[in-house]
């Protein structure tokens, strides 16, 4: 059973969004907070497997929020989906650097959203190569562009084989993709990720791709 907590603080979509998970048999929505203090508060009380996070809330907002609980050692299994408008692009990509596993359209069909939880559940990021690259360019690549150290030091402290995997996940490769490019085992492939993420304290792969655009590693249109 994945366990899930709707944040929003307009009621209809909490209300919304809750009646849609409800009725998917593995999927229990044990609680709803209305803003990201309330979130932060449930999370720790009932340690929900996915959190589903509006951005623009009273009080503390869903970026400040989802750091919050990717922060929480004891809620580092929890997974956290963003909620999103098409004009929230810069909130979102500060969203998954602050943690969150991926991001979802307010306006998406219920089966939609239902694909979305059970993915970030699954361990996959919901953030597609295009979506990841638009953000990238209009975000990340201005800020960073004047930077010229050869070796950036979040990569120094990872093997070439590391930063190879690195690659491949930033290119949107699952687990089983890794294993078949690089001719090993899933089990290998995804041991390499972890590791990466523990190196550069990363709570999920959607840092990892954030990270390799930063970085340099990978350039979008490569």
């Not at 720790?44 to 929480?72: L, N």
């Not at 809620?75 to 969150?100: C, K, M, N, P, Q």
């Not at 939609?112 to 690259?133: C, F, Q, Y």
């Given at each position: 059973m994945i366990t899930v907590l709707v944040v929003d603080d307009q009621a209809l979509i909490r209300q919304a969004v809750?009646?849609?998970?409800?009725?998917?048999?593995?999927?229990?929505?044990?609680?709803?907070?209305?803003?990201?203090?309330?979130?932060?508060?449930?999370?720790?009380?009932?340690?929900?497997?996915?959190?589903?996070?509006?951005?623009?809330?009273?009080?503390?907002?869903?970026?400040?929020?989802?750091?919050?609980?990717?922060?929480?050692?004891?809620?580092?299994?929890?997974?956290?989906?963003?909620?999103?408008?098409?004009?929230?692009?810069?909130?979102?990509?500060?969203?998954?650097?602050?943690?969150?596993?991926?991001?979802?359209?307010?306006?998406?069909?219920?089966?939609?959203?239902?694909?979305?939880?059970?993915?970030?559940?699954?361990?996959?990021?919901?953030?597609?190569?295009?979506?990841?690259?638009?953000?990238i360019t209009k975000f990340v690549l201005p800020q960073t562009e004047a930077s010229t150290a050869p070796v950036p030091r979040e990569l120094e402290q990872?093997?070439?084989r590391e930063r190879e995997v690195l690659l491949l996940v930033a290119r949107g490769f699952s687990n089983q993709d890794i294993a078949e490019s690089l001719v090993i085992s899933p089990h290998t492939a995804k041991t390499h990720v972890n590791r990466i993420m523990a190196k550069v304290y990363a709570h999920d792969r959607a840092q990892l791709v954030i990270l390799a655009y930063e970085t340099g590693l990978l350039a979008p249109g490569a």
């Open positions: 809750s009646d849609i998970l409800s009725q998917v048999e593995d999927i229990d929505v044990v609680g709803e907070a209305v803003d990201g203090e309330d979130a932060i508060e449930q999370a720790v009380r009932v340690k929900p497997d996915v959190v589903v996070m509006d951005i623009r809330m009273p009080r503390k907002d869903g970026i400040a929020a989802t750091a919050a609980i990717c922060a929480r050692p004891e809620l580092s299994a929890t997974r956290v989906l963003i909620l999103t408008t098409f004009e929230e692009d810069e909130y979102v990509l500060a969203a998954l650097r602050a943690g969150a596993s991926g991001f979802i359209g307010k306006g998406s069909e219920p089966q939609d959203i239902v694909l979305a939880v059970l993915a970030i559940h699954a361990g996959e990021s919901l953030l597609s190569p295009a979506a990841t690259r638009s953000l990872l093997t070439d």
